[in-house]
């Protein structure tokens, strides 16, 4: 998988500030793979052969790259892929006139897994329009294996990614130029 990131030209290295206002030697910058259907279904391959079991009735992913996600995963699983937005609320939800049934079996999918809060959020949406969340899989895993959804979850790769606060980043010390993301 790290192949097919960098292939893609989404690996990154260098000297990089998140959005979170951390600094990191890498970045995974999910839309240089996304962009690029044979890398988007060979990743969303894997998502799906490690979901089959759980007979998802639809895949939902989060707004961004979640959109992408479900609709090849979903494609691949045979089931439809919807998504949900952020809403007034702070959260997200289901809108465009996506409706799930009562019980409905959903599968959550996502691009970058770092604290998970979109995952959650995404499971939030799906229990309040009725349906049951019965997994998680995502495209990378950089909470090395630190996030818990109480669910089935899989990660087509999981990635190192160090990250330093602003004022104790060696990159920062060494002069490396910093590129904001």
């Known amino acids: ?35 690029w259907p044979q890398y988007t279904e060979l990743v969303c391959r894997k998502m799906a052969e490690a979901s089959r079991a759980l007979e998802p009735r639809t895949v939902a992913g989060p707004t961004t790259g ?35 049934e009562a019980g409905e079996r959903v599968l959550i999918v996502d691009d970058v897994l770092t604290s998970g809060a979109s995952v959650r959020d995404t499971i939030d949406a799906v229990r309040a329009a009725g349906g049951e969340p019965i997994g998680v899989a995502v495209m990378v895993d950089r909470s090395s294996g630190a996030v818990d959804f109480g669910l089935p979850f899989f990660a087509a790769t999981e ?10 980043c060696p990159l920062c010390r060494d002069g490396m130029p910093l590129k904001i993301t």
């Open 159 to 168: 990635v190192d990614m160090q990250t330093y606060d602003a004022g104790d």
């Open 1 to 35: 998988m790290i192949t097919i990131l960098t292939s893609a030209g989404a690996f990154l290295e260098g000297h990089f500030q998140l959005n979170s206002g951390r600094h990191s030697d890498r970045y995974l910058e999910k839309f240089n793979l996304l962009q």
């Open 66 to 100: 979640g959109i992408l996600l479900a609709y090849e995963v979903g494609r691949q699983l045979g089931v439809r892929g919807i998504f949900c937005e952020r809403d007034e609320a702070g959260g997200r939800s289901f809108q465009r006139d996506f409706q799930l």
